[in-house]
Structure formats: C-alpha cells, structure tokens
C-alpha cells in the first residue's frame, strides 16, 4: 500500500481544517457554499486524489492522478454552475463558483502531499476573499442602510428578506424581528453598490404584507 491509514487520516483532517477555514469565512459572509459545502467539497477531492495514489499500488500508470485530477475539476464544474444566478442581467455567484473550483483544488494538492503548498494556498485564497472584498467595498463606495419594515404577520419573512437579498446581490446583517402587537417590525442593515440597494428596495414592494418602510 503506497500509504498508511495513518497518512490517510492526516490528510483528511488537514483537508477537514483547510477547507474550513474558507468555508468559515463564507458563511460569515453569507454566501449559498459555506462551511459544509467547502468542507466536502475539499475531503471528497483529497479522497479522490489520495485513490488515485492507492491505485499506483496495483498500476504502474503515472498519468493516472492526473486522469482523476481532471475529473475531479470538470465535476466540480457542475456543482459550481449551480451557485451562478443571472436575473435581470446581472450575474451573482461567480465568487461563490470560483471558490468552490479553487478548494476542490485544494483537496487535490493536499491529497497529493504537498501540505505546505496547502497551506500557502488557503492562504492566499483567504487574503482574497477578506482583504480584497474590503478593497473593494471601498473602490465601489458600498454604503450601509439601517431598514425598519412594519409588516403584518407573515410566513418566513425573514428567510424570503435574506433570498431577495442573495438574489439582488447585497448583503443583510442585524436582521432581527419583534412583535408589536398585531404587527411586525423587522430590522436589518444592507450593505451593497448604491444601484443594487436602490433595486433592493424596489423589491420589497413584492414580497406584500409590508405597510412601511423606513431608510436610516
């Protein structure tokens, strides 16, 4: 066997904890792919590439990593097409899609045993999504908006306020609710490119039930 259980464990947890740690940060963000979905993602390429090594125990073929290699990239393909929104003609999710593709590959190079390369890339993808995400609030000028919405009673309203905002591509934080008497008001604050946000409040006119808006 070209490795031990032992070696394969390792792996494994070092593809458990570097894809973690990118899922990590978009879940905070509030992204459809988050902790879960990078995790898997992550351990299922280091398995496939940690295979693809077991199976040059049994097959003298080198070009076999890279055969599983491929395939892994083109499937992780699908997944990421899945998480790319067009409406309107915008397109969301490329983010999301490029960060799946890019810990798939992660799983690869840890399956493979290069962790320090591992290591230095969760790096570099994580300076990516936090560092120049900020850069680019600032170069867009993303402004916060305070909302107070007085809504009658209404299913899940926070969940359909948190898929328009997936859907117009802003962000929510601070989103609470509390009764007051036979009405709601909900709080949130939105952060987002002034011409998503402007499309955002014309949005909720659809969602129904809300009888006033406020905008701090």
Not at 102 to 127: D, K
Not at 131 to 147: G, N, P
Not at 178 to 203: I, R
Request: charged residues 15%.
């Amino acid at each position: 066997m070209a490795m031990n259980l032992l070696e394969i464990a390792l792996k494994l947890m070092l593809a458990i904890g570097l894809g973690g740690l990118i899922g990590l940060e978009r879940e905070i963000s509030q992204k459809p792919a988050g902790l879960r979905t990078n995790i898997l993602i992550c351990v299922g390429s280091t398995m496939m590439m940690i295979l693809s090594q077991l199976t040059l125990s049994v097959s003298s073929s080198p070009t076999e990593s890279l055969r599983v290699a491929a395939a892994v990239i083109t499937g992780i393909g699908f997944i990421g097409a899945g998480t790319i929104i067009q409406s309107q003609g915008m397109v969301h999710g490329l983010t999301t899609a490029s960060t799946i593709w890019a810990v798939s590959g992660l799983g690869l190079v840890i399956g493979a045993g290069y962790h320090t390369v591992a290591l230095i890339y969760t790096l570099i993808v994580l300076i990516t999504l936090i560092t120049f995400r900020q850069l680019e609030s600032k170069l867009l000028k993303k402004s916060v908006l305070h909302f107070q919405l007085k809504i009658k009673e209404s299913r899940d309203i926070l969940g359909q306020l948190k898929k328009l905002a997936l859907h117009q591509g802003v962000k929510l934080t601070d989103l609470t609710l509390k009764k007051e008497g036979e009405f709601s008001l909900v709080t949130f604050a939105l952060s987002g490119p002034e011409e998503k946000e402007l499309q955002f409040q014309n949005s909720l006119n659809d969602l129904g039930d809300i009888l006033e808006i406020k905008v701090d």
